[in-house]
Nanobody, 124 residues
Framework: QVQLVESGGGLVQAGDSLRLSCAASGRTFSSYVMGWFRQAPGKEREFVASINRGGSTLYPDSVKGRFTISRDNAKNTVYLQMNSLKPEDTAVYYC??????????????????WGQGTQVTVSS
């Protein structure tokens, strides 16, 4: 059974940095694409970042240059380093994975396993 557990969320000020972690278990972590999504109150779930087994990454324009996804296969952990945070980054952040090895995806329906989420609040 695949399990994903996020941590590292919190309350920060605009301009600050935060690093989220997602610990995975239940499968060969290093083989699969991992992703981060976020959902703000009243809004749809939004793609934030993904990384494949080769280390290639994908970001939307809204976070490109500010957020960095990385993975430590030895620790079965994926990270999301968030710099220059803005109030509009406030959301619950979710870690996710699916059955893809190399094909990066920004679509939630391509990810079949989700964590419980961690709250990130950025004050102005």
């Amino acid at each position: 059974q695949v399990q994903l557990v996020e941590s590292g969320g919190g309350l920060v000020q605009a301009g600050d940095s935060l690093r989220l972690s997602c610990a995975a278990s239940g499968r060969t972590f290093s083989s699969y694409v991992m992703g981060w999504f976020r959902q703000a109150p009243g809004k749809e779930r939004e793609f934030v970042a993904s990384i494949n087994r080769g280390g290639s990454t994908l970001y939307p324009d809204s976070v490109k240059g500010r957020f960095t996804i990385s993975r430590d296969n030895a620790k079965n952990t994926v990270y999301l380093q968030m710099n220059s945070l803005k109030p509009e980054d406030t959301a619950v952040y979710y870690c996710a994975t699916g059955d893809r090895y190399y094909s990066l995806s920004a679509h939630a329906h391509d990810y079949h396993y989700w964590g419980q989420g961690t709250q990130v609040t950025v004050s102005s």
